[in-house]
T-cell receptor, first 114, second 113 residues
Framework: AQTVTQSQPEMSVQEAETVTLSCTYD???????LFWYKQPPSRQMILVIR??????QNATENRFSVNFQKAAKSFSLKISDSQLGDTAMYFCAFSEINTDKLIFGTGTRLQVFP | DADVTQTPRNRITKTGKRIMLECSQTKGHDRMYWYRQDPGLGLRLIYYSFDVKDINKGEISDGYSVSRQAQAKFSLSLESAIPNQTALYFC????????????FGPGTRLLVL
């Protein structure tokens, strides 16, 4: 069965600095999708970034980028120029192709300090 | 206006009561989902629906039922609520052509006393 592991329950970073959140996953599939979702104190689950496993190029969305290492089954999220509004829980998630089942990690709580 | 809405946003109920959580979407997506979030466990899938005639059980469907009244509406019911169903519940939608990306509603916080 697929599993997603986020080994950092909590992280902190100073405003304007860079922080990297870790995620590893386990699957026997070759094609799949990976996601990072953000959950601020408002509770809303917000899609941050999406990566297709068949694409070698790492996805980037403004200040957010990923380091996708398929052989190592690693999918880390880098937040550059951290802002106070980045304070949130961050969830890594996995989905096989043509299924409707998102598998979530347990989350990393990120605190951005002024 | 929000694309995915959930009502109520917060609810307190008593053990044994029947309760319904509602989800509506204006995204025009065919697929809808209900998840439960517990502290330290991430989100877990309860039920999902491909269209109004298709309902599927997820990882933790026991104690829950759903109804897909229309393409835009998907309701979750707790027939007889129990305290360990206290959790944050999320509805999500996805597009048939982009189905692996799910978009979430704001969540309903449920407390069962």
């Amino acid at each position: 069965a697929q599993t997603v592991t986020q080994s950092q329950p909590e992280m902190s970073v100073q405003e304007a600095e860079t922080v990297t959140l870790s995620c590893t996953y386990d699957t026997s599939e070759n094609n799949y999708y990976l996601f990072w979702y953000k959950q601020p104190p408002s509770r809303q689950m917000i899609l941050v970034i999406r990566q297709e496993a068949y694409k070698q190029q790492n996805a980037t969305e403004n200040r957010f980028s990923v380091n996708f290492q398929k052989a190592a089954k690693s999918f880390s999220l880098k937040i550059s120029d951290s802002q106070l509004g980045d304070t949130a829980m961050y969830f890594c998630a996995f989905s096989e192709i043509n299924t409707d089942k998102l598998i979530f990690g347990t989350g990393t709580r990120l605190q951005v300090f002024p | 206006d929000a694309d995915v809405t959930q009502t109520p946003r917060n609810r307190i109920t008593k053990t044994g009561k029947r309760i319904m959580l509602e989800c509506s979407q204006t995204k025009g997506h065919d697929r809808m989902y209900w998840y439960r979030q517990d502290p330290g466990l991430g989100l877990r899938l309860i039920y999902y629906s491909f269209d109004v005639k298709d309902i599927n059980k997820g990882e933790i469907s026991d104690g829950y039922s759903v109804s897909r009244q229309a393409q835009a509406k998907f309701s979750l019911s707790l027939e007889s609520a129990i305290p360990n169903q206290t959790a944050l519940y999320f509805c999500a939608t996805s597009d048939l052509d982009f189905q692996e990306t799910q978009y979430f509603g704001p969540g309903t916080r449920l407390l069962v006393l």
